[in-house]
């Protein structure tokens, strides 16, 4: 596992990542039990996110928690021996800056053909992040300092479902008012 001053140093080395236009690097989907499986594509819908994942199977299903994305670099500096980075446990890890000045809260991202919106929900490390990756990487994703880049990740809720591709664009929309 990382400590501080590696993933210190590797984010300092890693190259800034795009503004409002990037690139859709991994999809995930989260089966539960800890266990992930990579796919080259997925079905976005309003109901169940994204179709096979976890989050349309729990108890508790907050919107504001839907779909959860990844800055896909942050995710291979934490990863280490063992690990691959999107066992961090988001939904798509992306090439796309996620910081707060980037993407305030309700602006909306275009991903193929569905349509997200970046909700206030704060995304944070839980025991599963620690457990994989150590409590360094979580202190890390989570310091103060770190917050407005959100390292960790942002929530999102979906607007507009529709089909994400491994490769496919991901773009801030100009569609403020969604659908219809």
């Known amino acids: 596992m990382k400590t501080w001053a590696q993933l210190e140093a590797g984010w300092a080395a890693t190259p800034a990542p795009p503004v409002g236009k990037g690139t859709v690097q991994v999809i995930c989907l989260r089966l539960g039990d800890g266990k992930h499986r990579t796919v080259s594509e997925a079905v976005v819908t309003v109901e169940g996110g994204i179709e096979g994942d976890r989050w349309a199977k729990g108890k508790e299903r907050p919107l504001d928690a839907q779909v959860t994305l990844m800055n896909a670099a942050v995710a291979d ?3 280490h ?7 961090a446990g988001d939904n798509l890890y992306v090439d796309l800056d996620l910081s707060e000045a980037a993407l305030p809260v309700g602006t909306r991202l ?3 053909t569905a349509l997200l919106e970046v909700t206030p929900e704060p995304h944070t490390g839980c025991k599963k ?8 990487a979580v202190k890390w994703v989570n310091a103060p300092e770190h917050k407005v880049l959100r390292l960790r990740g942002v929530n999102c809720r979906v607007v507009e479902g529709g089909m994400v591709q491994v490769g496919d664009g991901v773009e801030v929309s100009d569609d403020e008012y969604g659908p219809g």
Request: glycine share 20%; proline share 0%.
């Open 81 to 87: 021996t063992g690990k691959a980075g999107y066992e």
């Open 110 to 112: 275009r991903l193929g």
């Open 77 to 79: 500096l934490i990863a």
């Open 129 to 136: 992040f620690r457990a994989r990756f150590g409590l360094e």
